[in-house]
């Protein structure tokens, strides 16, 4: 751990993930708040739970973009410094409470999502190019707990700028401050972000199917339309179950005795500390699952955390189920990458990780939309009940999916 941290590429990427996530997680809990404010705070809340998980479907297109990116350590600085500009103009509008506005608001904070996502396949290249095989899932680890820290760091000083000032314009401009202090330390670490890749010269989409085919069989012991499907489920339902909360506690924090903001941010915290922990530990029994039998355990996470809601719907219940969540999602992420990066060709790394990112997320907008859908149309009982349907399929697919791979490599 001591000789991963002095890491100059560690170094740069993770003080410009601090500031980063700091911004980011400022106004994501001071958009909810602000969703809040309008009548019928369901709907508006629905739609910022909703929204924020979209920008991910776009990720084969923002990896495609990456991967023939000429000049990507550049263009990381620049997407810095485009996101400062949205939320500068932003800040100007967003003290007009108005129905457009908030939509038009939504809207920018999509688009910066979008151009986060870029910088983010920008990253994974710059993270196969510069950091040694054996150190990329520790890399990962470190640095997706550095952005998990930050967010309840963020929320709080949202809760406490929203709290003391009632000014939304605020929270837009210091996002922007922290996009341009994420772009300084990219810029003062430049030559240790520096990528060497070259652009792959010609189009490569009908190849890219075939690379995460090889891929998923050798890593996994399952096909990749039977991983990737499973894990498409899992997102969707933890996604939705994410959206749950946000409604859930409008009606539940009352009758706890707290405030709706402390409460979603009391949740982030408990989830950060167990994304951190599942990211950084090493010693756990976990650790030594190959990825099919971590992807069994981690399928019965959220059976815990929809368990909890329809049993008991009580606050400590749904803190350790949120921790569980979060302990097995910050296992799984990064060595599910790390495991996979070696397998791929360094010219397809933004491509493939970009398209897997597509495949898997686009379950996240429907599953939240889905089971969104089922709170407020039916309740919030039927819509776990049916999350939780979703999971014993998915563990049973999981089970046939690996049996029928190890029949076909007996066979040959």
Known sequence: MP????????????????????????FNIIL????????????????????????????????????????????????????????????????QRTV???????????????IGNYAGNLLTIVIQDRIMGEDRQQVMGINTSVGTIMEPIGQTLGVIIISQTHN??????????????????LTMGYHAVLSTKKVAPQPVTEGVWQVIRKVMIKTTGMGAVSYLGIIMILNGVSVGLDAILNLLFIDLAPSLNIDYSFAIL???????????????????????LDLFQLLLVTLGAPVIAYSTLLLYPKLIPILVSMFVVAFMSGKLDPKMFAT?????????????????????????????????????????????????????VSFIWALWAHQKIAKLQIKD
Request: charged fraction near 5%; proline fraction near 3%; charge should be positive.
């Open 340 to 392: 996979m990066m070696p397998q791929i060709d360094p010219h397809l790394t933004g491509t493939v990780f970009g398209t897997i990112s597509t495949i898997v997320t686009v379950a996240s907008p429907v599953g939240s939309v889905g089971i969104v859908l089922l709170y407020n149309l039916v309740d919030g009982t039927f819509a776990c009940v049916f999350a939780l349907i979703l999971i014993t």
């Open 32 to 95: 909810l708040t602000y969703a809040k404010s309008f009548p019928n705070p369901h709907w508006f809340v629905s739609v910022v739970s909703i929204v924020t998980v979209v920008p991910a479907v776009f990720g084969g297109v923002t990896g495609r973009v990456a991967d023939q990116t000429s000049k990507k350590t550049n263009w990381l600085v620049g997407t810095k410094l485009i996101q400062a500009g949205l939320y500068l103009v932003l800040a100007q509008i967003i003290n």
């Open 100 to 114: 457009f506005i908030f939509y038009t608001i939504v809207v920018i904070n999509l688009f910066s999502d979008i």
């Open 3 to 26: 000789k991963i941290l002095k890491n100059h590429t560690l170094q740069t990427i993770a003080s410009a993930n601090f500031f980063a996530t700091l911004g980011v997680s400022i």
């Open 266 to 288: 009391l949740i982030n915290i408990v989830y950060v500390m167990g994304s951190v922990l599942g990211s950084i530990t090493k010693d756990t029994w976990i650790d030594h």
């Open 168 to 185: 939304y314009a605020l929270a837009g401009v210091i996002n922007a401050v922290t996009f341009i202090l994420s772009a300084v330390c």
